[in-house]
């Protein structure tokens, strides 16, 4: 399986981005997918998830009511909607698709295929 992560870039506070990430060599209907960034110096961090079905999402707290996961299962393609950006939200941005065996969204240890990153750089 392998996940290209695209449309990071350096914005100002405030901006929007979208980024999305194609899987390939498997099959994306059946992977939830998870969003991550890492920042320099920081732990990775949970961002948002999204079942298989899309129906259900989940948020880290720093980006609830700004940031939108969805995807699509046609295109194997998930996506990030980014807006009202801040500089703490400077980071690399990686998707991931998750284990089927249960666990927390926001646990990254329960994800097993990584795409490469995307840097999103936000100035004040």
């Known amino acids: 399986v392998q996940l290209q992560a695209s449309g990071g870039g350096l914005v100002q506070a405030g901006d929007s981005l979208r980024l999305s990430c194609v899987v390939s060599?498997?099959?994306?209907?059946?992977?939830?997918m998870g969003w991550f960034r890492q920042a320099p110096g920081e732990e990775r961090e949970f961002v948002a998830a999204?079942?298989?079905?899309?129906?259900?999402?989940y948020y880290g707290d720093p980006v609830k009511g700004r940031f939108t996961i969805s995807r699509d299962n046609a295109k194997n393609t998930v996506h990030l909607q980014m807006n009202r950006l801040k500089p703490e939200d400077t980071a690399v941005y990686y998707c991931?698709?998750?284990?089927?065996?249960?666990?927390?969204?926001?646990?990254?240890?329960?994800?097993?295929?990584w795409g490469q990153g995307t840097q999103v750089t936000v100035s004040s």
């Open positions: 999204i079942s298989r079905s899309g129906g259900i999402t």
């Open positions: 991931a698709t998750k284990s089927p065996a249960p666990g927390y969204y926001s646990d990254y240890a329960r994800y097993t295929n």
């Open positions: 060599g498997g099959t994306f209907s059946s992977y939830a």
